[in-house]
Every structure is written in structure tokens, then in C-alpha cells.
T-cell receptor, first 114, second 111 residues
């Protein structure tokens, strides 16, 4: 049983560039979540999918952010025109409704915007 | 708006001690509560999940309690070991959509 995987693990980019992150959830999990964590803080919710439908987006998710989950499998999070304030750890989690919605997290993608 | 607070922010204890980490939340309408461990620069490892109808859960040396009416949860770690050093995060589940996290307690166990 493989866990949640994320790619890349680290990304360094220049301000203004676009970046895309990928998350592969645990295979049978139908719910997928994205969170952002800055240094010394707890993770903050960004968005949530049930199967391929994006059901909620946080106000933290500005127009520069977009997330997709085609076919209800893996998900991508794209940030356009990156800003230094986007530097953070981006965490993906998945869950299955029948197991009490326990969320399992991936290792995260550390983004540094120069 | 749900707010989750963890006290203390940091804790340092000698090896072998039993310890308690505290978590409080402002809105008792929660679906569940999870405790996580996070090592520096890493993702989150789920330790314990307590459903809103439960009072406690145990796994090995860990015991978590939940009192919804008072908006509190505690994580009890017995016989602490240096390998327990990490940041411990409490998160409350709001429906199916999301977890709301505290800022964490950074725990150091001294050999």
C-alpha cells in the first residue's frame, strides 16, 4: 500500500514564473485536499476535491492558483505569476469517507520563490 | 470561524517522562479530531483520529482524549523517548471539507 506521493519535492523559481505541482493520492481514496504551510505555522486549507469535482476553495486561493483532478485520480496545483509570498510547503492529503475521513498526507512540495 | 490553539508552543523534557500536549478549539461542531506528528521539513504523519462521538483513542504509548463540550483535546505520551522529538499538530475536522490546524507544539526529548 503506497501512501500519498507528491512531485517535485522541492522547487525553486523566480518571481513571475508559473509552477505546477502534482499529487497522487492513495489509490482508493475519493477525496483529495491541498494545504499550504508556512514556517512555524500549522497547515492552512486551500481546496478540496471529491472525485473529479472541486467542491470548496479557500479565500487563500487567489486567481493565480488553480487546481484540477482529472478523472478523479491525481491532482495538479498550478501557481501563475509566482510571488515571494507564495514560498511555502504545499501539502496534499487524501481520505476515504468510509474510514471516518482520516486524512493521510504526502511529503509536501517545498516552493521557494526568489 | 474555527480557531485551534495549542499550548505550549514548545516543550523540552528529559527522556522517560510522561507528558501532555494540549489543544483547544472554539467551535464544538466538529466532525473529528486528528493528532499529527511532523519532523523538520517533512510531511505530516497521522497519529490518532478521534471521531466526534468518541472520548479517547489509544495507540501504543499515545493516548488522545476529546471533550467536545469544553472544546479541548489532550495528547498523552508515556515514557517519552528521544525519537519522539518532533512538532505535534492538532487538527479539527469541519465536515468533509477540511482540517483546521493549530500552530503545533515543538517537543524535544533530551537523552
Amino acid at each position: 500500500d503506497t501512501g500519498v506521493s507528491q512531485d517535485p519535492r522541492h522547487k525553486i523559481t523566480k518571481r513571475g514564473q508559473n509552477v505546477t505541482f502534482r499529487c497522487d493520492p492513495i489509490s482508493e481514496h475519493n477525496r483529495l485536499y491541498w494545504y499550504r504551510q508556512t514556517l512555524g505555522q500549522g497547515p492552512e486549507f486551500l481546496t478540496y476535491f471529491q472525485n473529479e469535482a472541486q467542491l470548496e476553495k479557500s479565500r487563500l486561493l487567489s486567481d493565480r492558483f488553480s487546481a484540477e483532478r482529472p478523472k478523479g485520480s491525481f491532482s495538479t496545483l498550478e501557481i501563475q505569476r509566482t510571488e515571494q509570498g507564495d514560498s511555502a510547503m504545499y501539502l496534499c492529503a487524501s481520505s476515504l469517507a468510509s474510514t471516518g475521513r482520516e486524512q493521510f498526507f504526502g511529503p509536501g512540495t517545498r516552493l521557494t520563490v526568489l | 470561524k474555527q480557531e485551534v490553539t495549542q499550548i505550549p508552543a514548545a516543550l523540552s523534557v528529559p527522556e522517560g517522562e510522561n507528558l501532555v500536549l494540549n489543544c483547544s478549539f472554539t467551535d464544538s461542531a466538529i466532525y473529528n479530531l486528528q493528532w499529527f506528528r511532523q519532523d523538520p521539513g517533512k510531511g505530516l504523519t497521522s497519529l490518532l483520529l478521534i471521531q466526534s462521538s468518541q472520548r479517547e483513542q489509544t495507540s501504543g504509548r499515545l493516548n488522545a482524549s476529546l471533550d467536545k463540550s469544553s472544546g479541548r483535546s489532550t495528547l498523552y505520551i508515556a515514557a517519552s523517548q528521544p525519537g519522539d522529538s518532533a512538532t505535534y499538530l492538532c487538527a479539527v475536522g469541519q465536515g468533509a471539507q477540511k482540517l483546521v490546524f493549530g500552530q503545533g507544539t515543538r517537543l524535544t526529548i533530551n537523552p
